[in-house]
């Protein structure tokens, strides 16, 4: 590791904590302690400790001019994890800066290098990484994608390679939600806006129902001009006014009502709080559909169009909903909430829909609009009371910000997390609804403000659940997985079959020997090449039990009560596969669910996150649905196993056969799921080893095309995730 000298913000630890630098601000800087630099190519190499869930490394390089953005190398990192870039030199470099993170906080520099490269070595990894990283060469081997990049650089009146090396560069760039929001708006948003159609006047009614209470005039304001800037002007404003105190209010109220008769308004002689005053808007409306605004928010001008263009696409849809963000007082917009597509196990654990809602008319009166006593989560009680009568297909979502939150002094964006009552009245919603439908669960308060954790029970008697364990020689990853298996689960009623590859390590032999003298032990013998798929199959085919758990041999639970909580979810009808959250030995986590097409295929959501971060707006703490889990720690029925035909053993018998087998469960027609409230440690494929030989990596390349072929039109349009979100980097940074 090159000798690093402190060059500005940053200073040695204390120690006290284990870590060895301490960044002062959001620009520590180290300056490498080494002569010059040859021209050429480079691979660098970084291994952080740090505070922070993420970050990201640059290395600065300067060729006779100084510092400057144009000879940047930017790296993201992962705690624990070596990461590697390649850098290209056109000229000798006099000197190198190394600036490890972007924020203040503790840190330690474990691995540094930056290695010299044979030309043909460092051709072939940037070849390799856009084959597998770049959106725009998704679908194309290698070869495909040198002759596009050629003509592509042709084109552009460019050298290839040139041309190659800067598309390179884009899989190292990762949008921050915060800091690059802005350019996102400019550079994705605004394009956008061109391919909106034309004003319309034709289509349905929609009714936006708007309660007010001592509104800020000045707020309000803004809020109904964000109405009547609508380009669809099919609309009627409904507002019901809550015996406002404030003379300011009603008389704001009157003059805009009679401006235009599209405004209706309500003046409530009573205080009644926001459901009963929302339920006075409803008294109002005559539209097909209720549109719910609140007082102090904006829409988007094409926030009606957009919902008039998706119900032409999907006439029976009952509930819309958008991305939304949060404005301030200056007009910055800020947090944008990119939102998965329909995901009722979400739901459950928050108010994940929250704005833009939109709402059939019929099916609001049908439940009797809103219920008074459930004030501050009074729209999660309407959507839980709606749960029964949605379903995928009565369900959209329209992955583009349309409303802004408001987020001035005093809120309900600033203040909500701090609202006790609502808290309370959310988990009222919850167990209502659990009540209500006769499920088997109780509610809890979730980790993160406002969420919720749903636990669901197991059924008497328990089933049993047979633990396929996976394994050759290694005795030393073994032994510790299946103690932890035995010792740490206290579900009454499993059975765990070892399944030996070949071993012949003596000490291995001598340890299934000596463990599969307790009774809920069996060994079997598969003595056929490595294939992870079918070694699987094989161990279903003898399991006794009535739910299959696929496990890892390097898997330890943390909380004995993991595999009830698994078990109670995949006793669910509807749902499939269930999944784990994992985490490395270095408590980072190692899965937090599976995000389709992500690195061409399928990556791991909030990777080498800290275990008790909350993640992307708290989903590393709550049960979801997702599209696909891992099989290092996965439950599912056995009979939906045999139904989509297990895994498959002919093209996938080493990666991707976990992703394949939760696609066939869901267009099978169940909900696959992934829960926080089973955890464990993984040391991710030690027994098996890294891909780092020719043969592994042509193997993998293989696996990764076979499931492009079959799966490529699913990839690339998660529904748990959002297209606006990165499938370069599994952070849910932007795209």
């Known amino acids: 590791m090159s000798r690093l000298r402190p060059a500005g913000d940053v200073k040695a630890a204390d120690g006290g904590e284990g870590y060895q630098w301490r960044s002062m601000g959001i620009d520590p800087q180290f300056q490498l302690a080494r002569g010059r630099f040859?021209?050429?190519?480079?691979?660098?190499?970084?291994?952080?400790?740090?505070e922070r869930s993420d970050g990201d490394a640059c290395l600065y390089v300067d060729s006779g001019n100084g510092y400057s953005e144009s000879e940047k190398y930017s790296l993201p990192l992962r705690a624990g994890k070596i990461s590697k870039r390649l850098v290209y030199l056109?000229?000798?470099?006099?000197?190198?800066?190394?600036?490890?993170?972007?924020?203040?906080?503790?840190?330690?520099?474990?691995?540094?290098?930056?290695?010299?490269?044979?030309?043909?070595?460092?051709?072939?990894?940037?070849?390799?990484?856009?084959?597998?990283?770049?959106?725009?060469?998704?679908?194309?081997?290698?070869?495909?994608?040198?002759?596009?990049?050629?003509?592509?650089?042709?084109?552009?009146?460019?050298?290839?390679?040139?041309?190659?090396?800067?598309?390179?560069?884009?899989?190292?760039?990762r949008r921050r939600h915060g800091r690059d929001y802005h350019e996102w708006i400019e550079e994705v948003e605004c394009s956008r806006r061109s391919t909106l159609e034309g004003s319309k006047a034709t289509g349905p009614l929609f009714s936006i129902i708007l309660p007010t209470y001592n509104s800020d005039v000045r707020l309000l304001r803004e809020c109904i001009e964000s109405v009547f800037a609508q380009s669809y002007q099919n609309w009627q404003l409904c507002i019901a006014d809550d015996a406002s105190p404030n003379a300011d209010v009603k008389q704001f109220l009157r003059e805009t009502a009679d401006k235009d008769a599209r405004v209706k308004v309500t003046f409530r002689e009573e205080n009644g709080h926001i459901s009963a005053a929302s339920n006075s808007a409803l008294s109002l409306a005559d539209g097909d559909y209720l549109v719910f605004l609140d007082h102090d928010d904006a829409l988007v001008p094409s926030a009606l169009?957009?919902?008039?263009?998706?119900?032409?696409?999907?006439?029976?849809?009952?509930?819309?909903?958008?991305?939304?963000?949060?404005?301030?007082?200056?007009?910055?917009?800020?947090?944008?909430?990119?939102?998965?597509?329909?995901?009722?196990?979400?739901?459950?654990?928050?108010?994940?829909?929250?704005?833009?809602?939109?709402l059939?008319?019929?099916?609001?009166?049908?439940?009797?609009?809103f219920r008074e006593g459930l004030e501050g989560s009074q729209d999660h009680d309407l959507l839980l009371r709606c749960l029964p009568h949605l379903s995928r297909n009565t369900v959209v979502h329209i992955p583009e910000v349309l409303y802004h939150w408001c987020a001035a002094e005093g809120s309900t964006a600033l203040t909500g997390a701090n609202k006790g009552y609502a808290m309370k009245a959310g988990l009222r919603a919850v167990a209502d609804y659990l009540e209500w439908e006769q499920l088997p669960a109780r509610v809890e308060p979730g980790v993160a403000p406002n969420t919720y954790s749903v636990r669901w029970s197991v059924p008497e008697p328990a089933p049993l659940v047979s633990l396929l364990v996976p394994t050759r020689d290694r005795v030393e990853i073994l032994k510790p997985c299946v103690d932890a298996l035995l010792s740490?689960?206290?579900?009454?009623?499993?059975?765990?079959?070892?399944?030996?590859n070949q071993s012949s390590c003596p000490k291995t032999l001598a340890y299934l020997e000596q463990v599969s003298e307790d009774p809920r032990v069996s060994v079997h013998r598969w003595d056929h090449p490595f294939n992870y798929s079918a070694i699987n199959n094989f161990g279903a085919r003898l399991a006794k039990g009535e739910i299959l758990g696929l496990i890892n041999n390097d898997i330890e639970p943390i909380n004995e009560d993991w595999l009830r909580e698994m078990v109670g979810q995949a006793c669910r009808p509807e749902i499939g596969c269930v999944g784990a959250k994992l985490y490395y030995p270095n408590d980072t986590v190692q899965h937090g669910g599976v995000i389709l097409g992500i690195g061409g295929v399928a990556g791991h959501a909030h990777k080498y996150f800290h275990r008790h971060d909350y993640g992307y707006f708290s989903r590393l703490h709550l049960v979801q649905?997702?599209?696909?889990?891992?099989?290092?720690?996965?439950?599912?029925?056995?009979?939906?196993?045999?139904?989509?035909?297990?895994?498959?053993?002919?093209?996938?018998?080493?990666?991707?056969?976990?992703?394949?087998?939760?696609?066939?469960?869901?267009?099978?027609?169940?909900?696959?799921?992934?829960?926080?409230?089973?955890?464990?440690?993984?040391?991710?494929?030690?027994?098996?080893?890294?891909?780092?030989?020719?043969?592994?990596?042509?193997?993998?390349?293989?696996?990764?095309?076979?499931?492009?072929?079959?799966?490529?039109?699913?990839?690339?349009?998660?529904?748990?995730?959002?297209?606006?979100?990165?499938?370069?980097?599994?952070?849910?940074?932007?795209?």
């Open 90 to 173: 056109p000229k000798a470099a006099r000197a190198v800066r190394f600036d490890p993170l972007e924020s203040s906080g503790l840190f330690s520099v474990n691995h540094l290098r930056l290695v010299r490269l044979a030309s043909w070595f460092a051709r072939d990894r940037l070849l390799q990484r856009l084959t597998n990283m770049h959106i725009r060469y998704r679908e194309m081997n290698r070869g495909e994608v040198l002759a596009e990049i050629k003509r592509q650089a042709s084109d552009a009146g460019q050298e290839w390679l040139q041309f190659a090396w800067a598309r390179y560069c884009e899989t190292f760039e």
């Open 488 to 500: 740490r689960t206290d579900y009454p009623n499993f059975e765990l079959l070892i399944l030996d």
């Open 360 to 369: 059939k008319a019929g099916l609001v009166r049908q439940i009797a609009g």
């Open 38 to 50: 040859p021209a050429g190519w480079y691979m660098l190499e970084v291994q952080l400790e740090y």
């Open 625 to 735: 649905n997702l599209s696909a889990v891992t099989a290092a720690c996965l439950l599912v029925r056995k009979s939906i196993f045999e139904q989509v035909g297990g895994l498959d053993e002919e093209n996938l018998a080493v990666a991707f056969n976990d992703v394949d087998l939760c696609l066939k469960v869901r267009e099978a027609g169940y909900r696959n799921l992934w829960t926080p409230n089973a955890e464990l440690y993984h040391h991710e494929s030690v027994s098996r080893g890294a891909d780092d030989t020719q043969a592994k990596r042509r193997r993998a390349q293989r696996e990764a095309e076979y499931m492009r072929r079959r799966w490529g039109h699913v990839l690339d349009s998660d529904p748990a995730y959002n297209p606006n979100l990165t499938l370069i980097h599994e952070d849910f940074s932007l795209a």
């Open 305 to 358: 169009a957009r919902v008039h263009e998706a119900l032409v696409r999907n006439p029976d849809a009952r509930l819309i909903y958008s991305d939304e963000d949060k404005i301030n007082e200056r007009g910055e917009r800020f947090d944008p909430h990119f939102k998965p597509a329909w995901n009722p196990d979400l739901l459950l654990s928050q108010n994940y829909i929250c704005h833009l809602m939109v």
